[in-house]
């Protein structure tokens, strides 16, 4: 349902960030792969998230500054996005 796209996010915490970066979302429990794409549009980081995940925590100290963007697509393909600032 279009309802339900919405009702589920990235929490990204602290953003912006400049070394260590947490990410929350109701659908890593189900799995899926977490992507980082810079403002150039090449994929930073290309990781598969395991089942039952509830908290990821990423080291973006050697990012660039910039925007990215981080994009979630579960296994059930249901995809979510934010962006994530690096100062």
């Known amino acids: 349902?279009?309802?339900d796209i919405h009702k589920t996010t990235l929490d990204i915490f602290p953003n912006p960030a400049s070394d260590n970066?947490?990410?929350?979302?109701?659908?890593f429990s189900g799995g899926g792969v977490l992507k980082i794409i810079g403002i150039n549009g090449n994929t930073i980081m290309d990781k598969?998230?395991?089942?039952?995940?509830?908290q990821l925590k990423l080291d973006v100290s050697d990012y660039t500054k910039g925007i990215y963007l981080i994009n979630f697509t579960s296994n059930n393909g249901k995809p979510v996005s934010s962006k994530l600032v690096v100062n």
């Open 1 to 3: 349902k279009y309802e």
């Open 21 to 27: 970066v947490s990410i929350k979302c109701d659908l």
């Open 48 to 54: 598969e998230v395991q089942s039952n995940t509830k």
